[in-house]
Nanobody
Framework: QLQLVESGGGLVQPGGSLRLSCAAS????????IGWFRQAPGKEREGVSC????????NYADSVKGRFTISRDKAKNTMYLDVVNLKPEDTAVYYC???????????????????WGQGTQVTVSS
């Protein structure tokens, strides 16, 4: 059974940084495209970043380019989202996802996904 568990969220001041982690079990992340989404209060869930299954395509939403970095550790079967220079508008619940399609994350950040973790809250406030 495919399972994703996020961690690493918290309360951080503007300009601060965090590392979000997503541990996968029941499957190998190396065989999947991976991604991060977020959902702010009262807003729809939006794609933040992704890496295609082949690893040849990495994409970021314009709002996070230069501040967020997605990666995965094959040995730990874990994906990460390193976030720096956080802004209050980054406040949201962050979700990781893994998709088996070879076309998911090919050239742009997808608008949806089918496999989700439970989410981790990131709050940026002074």
């Amino acid at each position: 059974q495919l399972q994703l568990v996020e961690s690493g969220g918290g309360l951080v001041q503007p300009g601060g940084s965090l590392r979000l982690s997503c541990a996968a079990s029941g499957f190998s992340l190396d065989d999947y495209a991976i991604g991060w989404f977020r959902q702010a209060p009262g807003k729809e869930r939006e794609g933040v970043s992704c890496i295609s299954r082949s690893g040849s395509s990495t994409n970021y939403a314009d709002s996070v380019k230069g501040r967020f970095t997605i990666s995965r550790d094959k040995a730990k079967n874990t994906m990460y989202l390193d976030v720096v220079n956080l802004k209050p508008e980054d406040t949201a619940v962050y979700y990781c996802t893994a998709e088996h399609s070879p076309y998911w994350c090919s050239g742009f950040v997808p608008t949806g996904a089918t496999n989700w973790g439970q989410g981790t809250q990131v709050t940026v406030s002074s």
